[in-house]
C-alpha cells in the first residue's frame, strides 16, 4: 500500500524505490507518491510536498523518468509535481496553504461528467444535463474543463464571448440557456489554441472551480477532457467534487476506456456516481425506428457488475447533434431526447444526494 492507502503497481513501486529522497529513502517507502498508475505503457507519478519542499522533487524529475523507463512496460513517463498539500509521511507537516484549504465548495453539489474515450459525447451529455437541472428550477453551472479543445461556447451558442471579467467576487461566468458557463473557449480568439504545459491546465481548472462566483449554485457539472491526465488530477486535487459521472457508448472499446477512467477516478478518490449510456439506440429521423448500432445495454450490465447506479441511456439522434451544433441544446425541448436528459440528471442528483450521506454507523450497545 502506499502513502494513501492504495495498491500501487509492484513494478511502479519498485522503480519509484530505486529513486530516493534527500533523506536516502526510497521515493515509494518514503510516502513521497500521491499516486502512481500504468495504463498502456505510460507511467503516471503525482508527488506531493510542501512548498517549501518543491524544488527538492522538482530535482529528482528526470531521475525518476530514467528508473521508471528501465522497465519493459514503460514507454512514457508522465511526473506530475504538486507543491500544494502538506507530505504525507516523512516530511515535516505545514499548513495547506489558504486558498486551496478554505476554498468553499462551488456548489452544492459539484459533479465531473467524464470518460476515458475522446467524443463519446461527455461535452453534449454534460451541456444537456445543466439545461434540465436548469428546466427544473435549480440553478446549474457548467464548467468547462478542456483547456485544449472546449466544447462548451459552441454548444451553448456562446462563441463571440469577448473574454470573462473578475470582479471582487471571483471571475464573473457568463449566462445561456439559463445556465452559468465558464469556459477556456471564453478567453481564446476563434480558432486559436491553449499551448500549455500540465502543470498551467491543472492551475486554470482549479481557478474556474475555486475562484469563479457561482453564486452559491445548485449543481455544477463538470465537462472533463477525454483521457486519464492533467486535467482529472486536478479535479482530484481541488477536493470539493461530489464525484464523477462516466459516459460511455455501448461498444466494448469504449468500456475498456471507461474503466481506464473509473480506475484513474477511484485512484485519486473521487467517488463514482454512476454511469450513463450515450449513443445507446439509434432513433432513424424518417421513421423513428430504433438501431442499435452500437449494440446496448453494456453499461447497465458494467454499472450493474460494479455496484454503481446506471443513470440512464441517451439515443443516438441527428437532432441532439445538429442542435449542438447549433448551441440549443436540445433538453430545452419537450420532446424524448430532453425527457431522457430530464430523467438522467434526476437520476444523477439522487446519486450525489446518496454520496453525501456518511454511511450508516451500527452501534453496539
Ligand atoms: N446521442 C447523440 N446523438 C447524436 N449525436 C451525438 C450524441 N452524443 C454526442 N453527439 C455528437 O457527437 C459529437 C461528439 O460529441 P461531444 O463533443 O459531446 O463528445 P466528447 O466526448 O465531449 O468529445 P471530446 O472527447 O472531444 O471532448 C458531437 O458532434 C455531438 O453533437
Ligand atoms: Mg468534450
Known amino acids: 500500500m502506499n502513502a494513501k492507502g492504495m495498491t500501487m503497481d509492484p513494478v511502479l513501486r519498485a522503480a519509484l524505490d530505486a529513486v530516493t529522497d534527500a533523506s536516502g529513502a526510497g521515493l515509494a517507502a518514503a510516502g513521497r507518491v500521491e499516486s502512481a498508475m500504468l495504463d498502456g505503457g505510460v507511467a503516471t507519478v503525482v508527488l506531493t510536498a510542501p ?12 531521475k525518476i523518468e530514467k528508473a521508471l523507463k528501465k522497465q519493459k512496460s514503460i514507454r512514457k513517463v508522465r511526473v506530475v509535481m504538486t507543491a500544494d498539500r502538506p507530505a504525507p509521511a516523512a516530511a515535516p507537516r505545514q499548513p495547506q496553504p489558504k486558498a486551496q484549504a478554505q476554498a468553499p465548495k ?40 478542456d483547456i485544449y479543445g472546449p466544447s462548451i461556447p459552441r454548444l451553448f451558442g456562446v462563441t463571440d464571448a469577448k473574454g470573462l471579467r ?30 500549455w504545459r500540465g502543470p498551467m491546465v491543472q492551475g486554470a481548472i482549479r481557478q474556474f ?9 445548485d449543481v455544477l457539472v463538470i465537462d ?10 486536478a479535479i482530484a486535487q481541488a477536493g470539493g467534487v461530489d464525484g464523477a459521472v462516466i459516459v460511455c457508448t455501448p461498444q466494448d472499446l469504449a468500456l475498456d476506456d471507461a474503466r481506464k477512467a473509473m480506475a484513474m477516478f477511484e485512484q485519486t478518490h473521487v467517488p463514482l456516481l454512476g454511469l450513463i ?3 445507446s439506440v439509434f432513433v432513424c429521423p424518417h421513421c423513428g425506428g430504433e438501431s442499435e448500432i452500437f449494440g446496448r445495454g453494456g ?16 439515443p443516438l439522434h441527428i437532432d441532439l447533434r445538429r442542435r449542438s451544433d447549433e ?3 436540445v433538453a430545452l425541448d419537450d420532446g424524448p431526447l430532453a425527457q431522457a436528459f430530464a430523467r438522467a440528471a434526476d437520476q444523477m442528483l439522487a446519486a450525489a444526494e446518496t454520496a453525501r450521506k456518511p454511511a450508516p454507523e451500527i452501534r453496539f450497545e
Request: no cysteine.
Open 299 to 314: 453499461a447497465r450490465a458494467e454499472a450493474e457488475a460494479l455496484g454503481l447506479p446506471f443513470l440512464g441511456e441517451i
Open 51 to 62: 512548498p517549501d519542499r518543491a524544488p527538492d522533487l522538482d530535482a529528482l524529475k528526470p
Open 327 to 329: 448551441g440549443r441544446p
Open 166 to 195: 473578475k470582479t471582487g467576487a471571483g471571475i464573473e461566468p457568463l449566462q445561456a440557456h439559463g445556465v452559468k458557463i465558464v469556459s477556456m473557449g471564453f478567453l481564446l480568439k476563434p480558432g486559436q489554441a491553449a499551448v
Open 209 to 217: 472551480l475555486n475562484e469563479t462566483d457561482w453564486g452559491g449554485a
Open 277 to 279: 449510456e450515450n449513443m
Open 224 to 233: 472533463m477532457p477525454p483521457g486519464t491526465g492533467d486535467a482529472q488530477l
Open 106 to 145: 462551488a456548489a452544492r453539489h459539484v459533479i465531473a461528467v467524464a470518460a476515458g474515450k475522446g467524443g463519446v459525447g461527455k461535452s453534449a451529455v454534460a451541456a444537456n444535463l445543466a439545461v434540465a437541472l436548469a428546466r427544473k428550477g435549480l440553478t446549474a453551472g457548467v464548467l468547462d474543463a
